[in-house]
Nanobody, 124 residues
């Protein structure tokens, strides 16, 4: 049974940082890409970043480059999203997703498994 469990969300002030975690189980780690998507109220779910598990190759949405960093710990089957210089517009539910992809891309239709999401709120 595939499970993706996100953690690390919360309330943070503008300019602050958070690190999200996605713990994965139930599939062959090396064959998958793991991605972060987010969905703000009234908006479509959008890609944030993704990483290919076997070699760490990454991809970022243009608006996230420089502020967000994705990484993985293969020993723990866990992917992290370090978010710095957070802005109120980063407020959203952040979802972790896994897809059997040969190349990490931020196309939500290609991801087979999804976590329940973790809320990130950026507000003073």
């Amino acid at each position: 049974q595939v499970q993706l469990v996100e953690s690390g969300g919360g309330l943070v002030q503008p300019g602050g940082s958070l690190r999200l975690s996605c713990a994965a189980s139930g599939f062959t780690w090396d064959y998958y890409a793991i991605a972060w998507f987010r969905q703000a109220p009234g908006k479509e779910r959008e890609g944030v970043s993704c990483i290919r598990s076997r070699d760490g190759r990454t991809n970022y949405a243009d608006s996230m480059k420089g502020r967000f960093t994705i990484s993985r710990d293969n020993a723990k089957n866990t992917v992290y999203l370090q978010m710095n210089s957070l802005k109120p517009e980063d407020t959203a539910v952040y979802y972790c997703a896994a897809g059997r992809l040969s190349f990490p891309v931020l196309e939500k239709g290609l991801y087979d498994y999804w976590g329940q999401g973790t809320q990130v709120t950026v507000s003073s």
